[in-house]
């Protein structure tokens, strides 16, 4: 039990899953932040990208409603070179992750360090309420409306600032790369005609648009079972993987029948093909991360509704409030520009980005222009194979940058 427990602490509900350059952190606004995050001593670059030989450098980003986020800039590769005159990519993490998903695995199997290698002006996000992007112009992680947000504002909000702050960084156009979670906010915002003006193409990673098909038994048991929201109703706006009031829910769900929590990685995402078990010590020392219980409210109520829609209040007057209407608006991936270049990479095991689902988003996109569209399936991935699998460098980051380099 002891160890079916350390997995669930670590890896349940992952939906969806510097020094060397530059000491001090550069914002994009100058007030003063009341929530502080990690310095940079313990910042990703000190502990992630510079240790293994690479140049990088720790920015900060100021959101519209307050989030200051970090973000690490990896200029070029080991083999140097100069700033300024590569194509900018933007990685963004799934649910429950930060930046180091993109450097949890050896310097030639992480995609951050691979994209550097390969010629590429790499920037790594972290989103708010993580770790590394705690921080905050007037409000602090103890008080209730900093935990007030869903996937909704990071769409609107941490995306866009994320996306001026490269662009005008390096004056050009960016291409993205999302896993999980990342992918659905990207099409949300895609689907508004937003940043697409600034953006070369995008990469989508176990894409998650539709979820009400999951397979996974405990995505789906949390969800119909309402656990976010009992969560909420206890007052616990932040939802820490890590904390006890998480972990005695997390038993409960593993006492049900059908729930199986000694392989719970395998239960929740699919069977990973491609995973070394020493990546998970290494999951262990940086994941999981927190979100707020509202978002994972939100991602439930996807589930139970099949739909893509804004946070439900369900209560009309407050959707009124919020929206203008009593029920809130649907997202319309259809909507996002039919030329943008996107590479959509899914795998057959995914239980979480299920085949099913990716099929509905594919039928929603099926008038996109057949030229700007490419879909790669692996039958035997899972939903962590495509951040940590050994050979995902050969299977995916390979062909994905063939895909960026055309356009």
């Known amino acids: ?31 003063t932040v009341v929530a502080a995050a990690a310095s940079n001593a313990d910042g990703i670059c000190n502990l992630m990208v510079v240790s293994r030989g690479y140049p990088c450098e720790e920015h900060k980003v100021r959101t519209k409603d307050g989030f200051v986020l970090s973000i690490q800039r990896i200029p070029f590769g080991r083999a140097g070179g100069r700033k300024g005159n590569r194509v900018p990519v933007l990685l963004q993490h799934g649910l429950l992750m930060d930046g180091i998903t993109w450097l949890l695995s050896p310097p030639d199997q992480s995609l951050a360090l691979v994209l550097a290698d390969n010629g590429f002006d790499v920037w790594i996000v972290s989103s708010r309420g993580t770790k ?122 593993c006492a049900r029948p059908g729930i199986d929590c000694t392989n719970l990685l395998n239960s929740f995402t699919g069977k990973n093909c491609c995973l070394k078990p020493s990546i998970v010590d290494v999951f262990l020392d940086h994941e999981p991360q927190p979100s707020s219980t ?23 007057g407050k959707n009124r409030r919020r929206y203008g209407h009593p029920t809130p608006p649907a997202y319309n991936i259809a909507n996002i520009p039919k030329n943008v270049p996107l590479f ?27 030229d700007k569209i490419v879909v790669q399936f692996i039958k035997t991935y899972a939903h962590a194979d495509f951040v940590m699998g050994t050979n995902a460098r050969q299977v995916v980051y390979e062909p994905l940058m063939a895909f960026f380099k055309q356009h």
């Open 294 to 316: 509202k978002n994972m409210m939100h991602i439930a109520q996807m589930i139970r509704d099949g739909t893509i829609r804004m946070y439900d209040y369900k209560d009309a």
């Open 132 to 253: 590394y992007s705690r921080g905050h112009m007037y409000l602090k992680p103890e008080d209730e409306a900093y935990w007030d947000w869903t996937w909704d504002e990071l769409a609107a909000n941490d995306l866009p600032a994320t996306f001026r702050y490269v662009h005008d960084q390096t004056r050009q156009k960016l291409h993205y790369v999302g896993h999980s979670l990342g992918t659905l906010i990207a099409m949300a915002a895609f689907s508004k005609g937003e940043l697409v003006s600034m953006l070369r193409s995008a990469a989508l990673l176990s894409p998650v648009a539709y979820v009400g098909q999951i397979t996974s038994p405990l995505g789906r048991t949390a969800a119909e079972t309402f656990i976010a929201e009992g969560l909420k109703w206890l007052g616990l706006h932040e939802f820490n993987p890590k904390g006890d009031t998480v972990t005695k829910f997390l038993k409960k769900i």
């Open 1 to 31: 039990m002891a160890n079916s427990l350390t997995f669930i602490i670590t890896f349940v509900l992952v939906l969806l899953c510097s020094y060397a350059l530059a000491n001090q952190p550069r914002f994009s606004g100058n007030e």
């Open 344 to 370: 959509l990479s899914h795998g057959g095991a995914d239980s979480l980005s299920d085949v099913n689902d990716v099929k509905h988003l594919l039928r929603t996109l099926q008038h996109h222009d057949r």
